[in-house]
């Protein structure tokens, strides 16, 4: 989905801000606290795979995206989800908030569908990693162009390599499609593959000389015969 989450390129947000190494898994107890509840929300049927988690962190208030940082993002998403399964509700959590020391007009992240959520699927299998009976549709060193199609929901292919050319450079095997498994379509394996790309194919300012390295499904590619191949000058 096009959304404030797919940053990949953005200019104008300032440098990336490293921090420094800590000897602490989380630099404040609450953070701790989200991560707790990110392995609970799932035996509680809040959310049953990865993609689902990504997908209501991506659906979060774009402003608390950008501010309220990595464990807060998760947060807002948690709260997302658990309000779209039914295991609590918007006002119970504000008023928890506001018993616990929130403002009226603090920024709420969660965001949640006000629709009837899909039902969730169980995995068909542990892990994300499956199997299919039809071989590979791309070699190693085939050329390919990306689709240049956005959608509505969770996907895995940023805006900034859409219609973009490169190479295939490694095969994976067959995994679950995100796309989607995080809407409760069912897992729908794919091939995957890892693209190379110029970053001059991928920016007007990318870096000469620079290759940038992409994880794709095989339904984000398409075949052509390029002249640009990255291994063939």
């Known amino acids: 989905m096009d959304g404030i989450h797919d940053l990949g390129g953005k200019q104008g947000h ?4 490293k921090g420094q190494p800590s000897a602490r ?6 953070q701790a606290a989200v991560f707790t509840m990110s392995n609970v929300g799932p035996k509680c049927g809040a959310w049953t795979n990865t993609d689902t988690f990504r997908h209501g962190v991506e659906r979060i208030s774009p402003t608390a995206y950008l501010t309220h940082g990595y464990y ?8 997302t989800l658990l309000v ?3 295991v609590v509700t918007q006002k119970e959590i504000t008023t ?6 929130a403002k009226e007009n603090d920024l709420i992240a969660a965001q949640p569908n006000k629709q009837v959520a899909t039902p969730i699927k169980q995995p068909a299998a542990q892990g994300a990693q499956r199997s299919l009976n039809h071989a590979p549709k791309f070699d190693i060193h085939t050329q390919i162009r990306t689709t240049n199609q956005s959608v509505p929901g969770h996907t895995r292919l940023p805006a900034y390599a859409r219609g973009k050319t490169g190479t295939v450079i ?11 498994n995080a809407h409760g379509e069912g897992e729908q394996p794919q091939h995957l593959y890892t693209i190379a790309f110029r970053a001059t ?4 300012d990318g870096e000469h000389g620079v290759q940038v390295s992409l994880d794709l499904f095989e339904s984000y590619l398409h075949a052509g015969d390029y002249s640009n191949d990255i291994y063939q000058q």
Do not use: Q, T, Y
């Open 14 to 17: 300032g440098k990336v801000d």
């Open 96 to 101: 928890r908030a506001l018993a616990i020391g």
């Open 84 to 86: 779209e399964a039914g």
């Open 201 to 204: 194919d991928l920016w007007d």
């Open 170 to 180: 490694k095969h994976h095997g067959v995994w679950v499609f995100p796309d989607s």
């Open 72 to 79: 807060g993002r998760w947060l807002g998403g948690i709260e």
């Open 25 to 30: 898994n989380f630099a404040e107890r609450w």
